[in-house]
């Protein structure tokens, strides 16, 4: 089992920064990747950023080239740099973690971006 807390959502305006990040407790050494999801209201749940255990990332084309997602091995911990934020990146930010028993999920941070 593979436990997942998130932290570092809030308000912020447009154009300003958040950094999210995503404790990983329990069986983390069977993690092979992790990833963000978000879930803005009466839209469905998408992918923002991966992260595998090599290191590779891939990013939603909305996203990219402003939010980061990086891995410390060592805390366990998972984090999403987001910049240049814009009201459309208002959602709950969720972490997932996967290994070969399935996917692990957190509880959500929410991130509300003001105009």
């Known amino acids: 089992q593979v436990q997942l807390v998130e932290s570092g959502g809030g308000l912020v305006q447009a154009g300003g920064s958040l950094r999210l990040s995503c404790v990983a407790s329990g069986s983390t050494s069977s993690i092979n990747a992790f990833g963000w999801y978000r879930q803005a209201p009466g839209k469905q749940r998408q992918l923002v950023a991966g992260i595998s255990g090599l290191g590779w990332t891939n990013y939603a084309d909305s996203v990219k080239g402003r939010f980061t997602v990086t891995r410390d091995n060592a805390k366990n911990t998972l984090y999403l740099q987001m910049n240049s934020l814009k009201p459309e990146d208002t959602a709950v930010y969720y972490c997932?973690?996967?290994?070969?028993?399935?996917?692990?999920w957190g509880q959500g941070t929410q991130v509300t971006v003001s105009s």
């Open positions: 997932v973690a996967l290994n070969a028993f399935g996917s692990y």
